[in-house]
């Protein structure tokens, strides 16, 4: 088993992303079990447990470590390919590209008081629009006001 497992794909990372898969990796990472094994343990189906196996698997998380027979049935074995797994840090790096702007995103720099009314405003345009649901023609869409994250605006302590 290797010690680390660096995560450079999307696909990887929405395989562990799953909390179930997570406590799998965990169950997985004691010792090498089948998903008959997993299943038992946790009293839940096998089909269950052998599509999330398929997924770590597919996405190399995991591997099949040894293989038996038992009453002319092939039991795989699983464990996890390495003993911690991290994505890399690259992968969740966020670099909008300039060219492919989002055409209903818009950045706004706003003070506190004026923040307030715009809020206020935009809370009664959305209300008025909202009031007739599927009017004919027209296209349904959620507004989001998010604050950016960049701190250095920010004048609290």
Known sequence: ???????????????????????LLTMLGEKPKTGQN?????DIPRAKIHYHLNELLKNDIIHVVKTEEKNSIIQKFYAPVAKKVVPNIDLLKYIPDEKKK????YNLNIKEDDLKQFKKDLKNFVKKHSEKKNTKGTDEYKVQLMPLGDDSNDNEG
């Open 38 to 42: 997993l299943a038992d343990e946790l």
């Open 102 to 105: 989002d055409s209903m995103s």
């Open 1 to 23: 088993m290797k010690k680390l497992l660096v995560i450079d794909n999307l696909a990887q990372l929405k395989s562990v992303s799953d909390p179930f898969r997570i406590e």
